[in-house]
């Protein structure tokens, strides 16, 4: 078995669930959740880097790529619980953000989760149970169950050249100056001004 990190080339064609990408002349096909579609849907033929796992199968071998490291390590969390496989791991990241994600467990929240498709109840209780207290949490209290608004302005500052930590500040503080917004054009606008 062998790892690879990340993968940095050219993005020579996309759809919802995976991703081509170019590099040292060879063609990788990736794997990849909705979120991670979203993040890099305006890349297309140029160059990008992606968190990648490795997920050997019995008939074939996978490359799952994520953009954020944040869902890369829900992603292998997600892995570890029985009952849940490749593909139903990257249906739930791509059914809600990782945030999102999150929030849900540490709530208990089963409801949020079977809203996913192919996730009965008693997969997400047995979600619930597994990963409660062990995921990451730096991202929840700017996220909310109202929507995932923030998360995608969030995405934008990121695509826009600020870091992720420059641009869950500004999130932040938009959150805080204009709560009744809710037009993601506007909330990006607003960022960018404060």
């Not at 490795?54 to 954020?68: A, Q, T």
């Not at 944040?70 to 619980?81: N, P």
């Not at 979600?127 to 730096?138: A, R, S, V």
């Amino acid at each position: 078995m062998f790892m690879i990190a990340y993968l940095t080339g050219k993005l020579v064609q996309l759809e919802p669930n995976k991703a081509i990408i170019e590099s040292n002349g060879l063609g990788y096909e990736v794997l990849i959740s909705l979120n991670t579609y979203k993040s890099i849907k305006n890349s297309l033929n140029q160059s990008i880097k992606l968190n990648t796992l490795f997920v050997p199968k019995e008939d074939r071998h996978y490359l799952v790529g994520f953009y954020e490291d944040k869902e890369k390590d829900i992603y292998i969390k997600l892995l570890k619980v029985p009952g849940v496989g490749l593909q139903t791991a990257l249906r739930i990241l791509s059914g809600i953000s990782p945030g999102e994600f999150v929030n849900a467990i540490e709530k208990n929240d089963v409801q949020t989760i079977t809203k996913i498709k192919g996730v009965g109840k008693k997969t997400a209780q047995k979600i619930i149970i597994e990963l409660k207290g062990i995921l990451p949490q730096d991202e929840t209290e700017l996220l909310t169950d109202e929507s995932n608004i923030y998360e995608d302005v969030k995405n934008a500052l990121i695509v826009l050249g600020f870091t992720k930590e420059e641009a869950q500040k500004k999130v932040a503080v938009i959150r805080k100056k204009f709560p009744g917004v809710d037009n993601e054009e506007e909330l990006i606008a607003l960022a960018l001004k404060n």
